[in-house]
């Protein structure tokens, strides 16, 4: 049984900051990449920012995001960690982690995700 254990979040006010952590656990034979994606009231869930497990360092962010949201890794932990910086009212949502893996019962990778948490920013 695999889970994503999310923790942070919280209200920050607008230019401050906030970190959220996720960490996969259970029997994961490998992980292919893990990020966070978000949902605000009535719209969609989008991707925040992807970070893959793989050789190299690559994540993929928001435009949105960019240059003020910064994901890492600690692939011996199974842990990746959301820090965001300059945040906006429109960065309130439901952030939720996720995490493309292979569990050991598993010849295939899939999706897993974790139970969310709230991210608001007002003043």
């Known amino acids: 049984q695999v889970q994503l254990v999310e923790s942070g979040g919280g209200l920050a006010q607008p230019g401050g900051s906030l970190r959220l952590s996720c960490a996969a656990s259970g029997s994961i034979f490998s992980i292919n990449a893990m990020g966070w994606y978000r949902q605000a009231p009535g719209k969609q869930r989008e991707l925040v920012a992807v970070t893959t497990f793989t050789s190299g360092d690559s994540t993929n962010y928001a435009e949105s995001v960019k240059g003020r949201f910064s994901a890492s890794r600690d692939n011996a932990k199974n842990t990746v960690v959301l820090q965001m910086n300059s945040l906006k009212p429109e960065d309130t949502a439901v952030y939720y982690c996720?995490?493309?893996?292979?569990?050991?019962?598993?010849?295939?990778?899939?999706?897993?995700w974790g139970q969310g948490t709230q991210v608001t920013v007002s003043s």
């Open positions: 996720n995490a493309r893996l292979r569990p050991r019962i598993s010849t295939a990778s899939s999706d897993y």
